[in-house]
């Protein structure tokens, strides 16, 4: 168990909806990182925040959006969903920006129908 | 051509052979780190290396930083280490954002 928490552990919604995917660090850390793991692209970075501050964002779709609140956890929002959105959603955290191991949660598998 | 290169893609082993994989990259990186993926999903940092060498258990990892090449060798394999091993490197003129290699399949059978 890294101490990483994420909800749901299963999504299955159609296309065009939106939902939103949660992520609790491990205590004391500050540093959460988003990325996708589909198929046919493997695993993706998409989007990093420091400390409630987004510090880093990779692959991430304009459909798709990220925040961390004051008490660090973070929420994956994706809006109108299409087939290719079905993936493996990973969060990781890490006690400080970059020089860190980070520990990874279990994913959340979203299935789009 | 992708930013980080593991070989092999699929890797089979006899219990107890030493194992050894490799992930070569193109860019001026920061850290490098090699992950594990169990069959059910979940993934597990195993190092993060800027130089040299470290070890941990049955796995070590080395890093030529020259040469733009790791690699992840497991000795003494064990069923247990069947899993996808994937090589991630952070990159410096990009925010130091992770990149990911496809990742190494390996089979160790009993």
């Known amino acids: 168990d890294s101490g990483v928490t994420q909800t749901p552990k299963h999504l299955i919604t159609a296309t065009g909806q939106r939902v939103t995917l949660r992520c609790s660090p491990r205590?004391?850390?500050?540093?959460v990182y988003w990325y996708q793991q589909s198929l046919d692209q493997g695993l993706q970075f998409l989007i990093q925040?420091?400390?409630?501050?987004?510090?880093a964002k990779g692959n991430i779709l304009e459909r798709f959006s990220a925040q961390q609140f004051p008490d660090l956890h973070s929420e994956l929002n994706l809006s109108s969903l299409e087939l290719g959105d079905s993936a493996l959603y990973f969060c990781?955290?890490?006690?400080?920006?970059?020089?860190?191991?980070?520990?990874f949660g279990p994913g959340t598998r979203l299935t789009v129908l | 051509k992708n930013e980080v290169e593991q070989s092999p893609q699929n890797l089979t082993a006899q219990e107890g052979e030493f194992i050894t994989i490799n992930c070569s990259y193109s860019?001026?990186?920061?850290?490098l780190h090699w992950l594990q993926q169990h069959p059910g999903g979940g993934i597990v940092s195993l190092f993060m290396?800027?130089?040299g060498k470290k070890k941990h258990g049955r796995l070590i990892a080395t890093i030529n930083i020259q040469e733009k090449h790791s690699s992840l060798h497991i000795t003494a394999s064990h069923p247990r280490d069947s899993a996808v091993y994937i090589c991630?490197?952070?990159?410096?003129?990009?925010?130091?954002?992770?990149?990911f290699g496809g990742g190494t399949r390996v089979l160790v059978k009993p």
């Open positions: 990781a955290s890490s006690k400080r920006l970059n020089t860190d191991t980070q520990y």
């Open positions: 205590s004391g850390d500050l540093s």
């Open positions: 925040y420091y400390n409630g501050e987004e510090r």
């Open positions: 860019v001026g990186i920061s850290a």
């Open positions: 290396l800027s130089s």
């Open positions: 991630a490197v952070r990159i410096k003129a990009a925010g130091n954002k992770l990149t």
